[in-house]
């Protein structure tokens, strides 16, 4: 397979590595007498640390609250584009697709969450209950064999709570067409006839080969994990009991079907009845009656990381303020911390940005946003922290703005942003690089590499 140079992240590396300090991490290395240094960084070769060989690539895999690919950390700079599929769908928009993979790469970003659905709708892959589109999973197959030649990993989400591409909404107006006495649409989490219809999609999706590269879905590395939905909500039931029973179900079917890779649920990362004293965390006080409940949701056997979203212009306020960024410190903190203490696993920040249609938005407040994002993940690493990195809401290639719902972000027009996106990419592939899980930052390199990946003047 052809390997994908990467100009601009080496133009970084030169930037902040020089070849004094590169020896010197070497030298403590080779002192300590341990295989903490997974390849020299400086070999800027055919086998850098992005341009991997096919056997290296393998499952992204979890030990304790780190991810883990060959024994290494594997913390993740990344980013959501959701509509891939749909755009692969027609020969006139698919180029798109390899154009956004292409551009995120560009800036060392490693993992791309996408939607694994259409239920029902324009394009859909799944026409009816366990019906699906040919033409539109081939789309599907398409995004993954794309994803794979520019080294980026997929978490791929499976059904919405929401009605767009579907929903739930949509299973339950299949089971209204099939005679069932349906009332809600959180009738979705609690008939065994819908039940049924998503473990099916689950089933489909993850027995899937692909007909580009010949390989099943559930064996395939590019796939980093499976969601079980996009920012599940039972607003019928606040205590959070009917979620916390679909989660346990889905979780395990999942698991059942394909144990190699990891799952995650999809939540916003509402705290709930469970958690009294975590209430003060939330956005406000609607957050805790959406039946949600961060910490009891994740400790559900077969849930492998947690997830969180951070929207503080649709949460707190939509006029942007500097309120906005302590919220999402406190925010980013409190699930780190619970993540640590409680979990026991990673915390992925899988959706976070702000609107440009918001009042008193600029561009300027967005690098800030994005700037104290990646902060939060930093100080989680420097400590071998749960922090386990953060995906950006959403990029967009040239010529897509019929798709931007106000959060696109398109490289090519925001050098800021594309700076501060590569310099964090770059911060972390050093550190994903450079040490073992083994090592768990208490070698003596790690005062020397804090000082390469967080100096100031950077």
């Given at each position: 397979m052809k390997k994908m140079g990467m100009p601009i992240i080496f133009l970084f590396l030169l930037l902040i590595l020089s070849s004094n300090a590169v020896s010197r991490v070497d030298e403590e290395a080779q002192k300590e007498g341990q295989d903490h240094v997974h390849k020299p960084i400086t070999n800027y070769g055919s086998e850098t640390m992005w341009d991997m060989e096919e056997d290296e690539w393998q499952m992204v895999g979890k030990k304790g609250n780190q991810f883990v690919v060959n024994g290494q950390p594997f913390y993740i700079n990344g980013f959501n584009t959701y509509w891939l599929m749909m755009f692969a769908a027609d020969d006139s928009t698919r180029g798109k697709v390899t154009e956004v993979f292409k551009q995120a790469s560009s800036l060392g970003m490693t993992v791309c969450r996408t939607w694994a659905f259409n239920d029902g709708q324009w394009r859909a892959l799944q026409k009816s209950p366990s019906v699906y589109d040919e033409e539109v999973f081939k789309a599907l197959d398409f995004v993954v064999s794309e994803a794979k030649k520019y080294k980026i990993r997929l978490i791929l989400s499976l059904a919405n709570n929401w009605e767009a591409y579907g929903g739930k909404a949509q299973y339950v107006k299949w089971g209204k067409d099939a005679g069932l006495n349906l009332t809600s649409d959180d009738d979705f989490y609690t008939h065994s006839t819908l039940r049924s219809y998503y473990k099916s999609h689950v089933k489909t999706v993850l027995n899937r080969v692909n007909t580009f590269t010949n390989i099943t879905y559930k064996e395939d590395p590019t796939i980093?994990?499976?969601?079980?939905?996009?920012?599940?909500?039972?607003?019928?039931?606040?205590?959070?009991?009917?979620?916390?029973?679909?989660?346990?179900?889905?979780?395990f079917h999942v698991n059942k079907i394909d144990p190699k890779h990891l799952v995650e649920i999809g939540l916003e990362g509402f705290y709930g009845p469970s958690t009294p004293q975590r209430l003060q965390f939330n956005p406000n006080t609607y957050a805790q009656q959406v039946g949600t409940d961060f910490i009891r949701n994740h400790q559900v056997l077969g849930v492998d990381f947690a997830s969180v979203h951070m929207y503080a212009d649709s949460w707190v306020s939509p006029q942007i303020a500097d309120t906005h960024i302590s919220f999402v410190k406190s925010w980013m903190d409190a699930h780190i911390e619970d993540a640590e203490k409680y979990l026991g696993m990673p915390v992925v920040f899988s959706e976070f940005g702000v609107s440009s249609k918001d009042p008193g938005y600029n561009s300027t407040y967005r690098d800030t946003l994005i700037s104290t994002v990646y902060s939060a993940v930093l100080n989680s690493t420097k400590k071998g922290g749960s922090g386990a990195g953060s995906l950006l809401w959403q990029v967009f290639p040239e010529g897509t703005d019929n798709m931007d719902d106000g959060y696109a972000i398109v490289f090519s027009k925001s050098p800021s942003t594309s700076s501060i996106v590569t310099l964090q990419s770059t911060r972390l592939a050093l550190f994903n690089s450079v040490c073992s899980t083994r090592c768990n930052w208490s070698c003596k390199k790690k005062k020397m590499l804090e000082k390469i990946l967080y100096h100031d003047e950077l």
């Open positions: 980093f994990a499976w969601e079980l939905m996009n920012e599940p909500r039972c607003n019928s039931d606040p205590t959070g009991d009917k979620l916390q029973d679909w989660i346990q179900e889905m979780a």
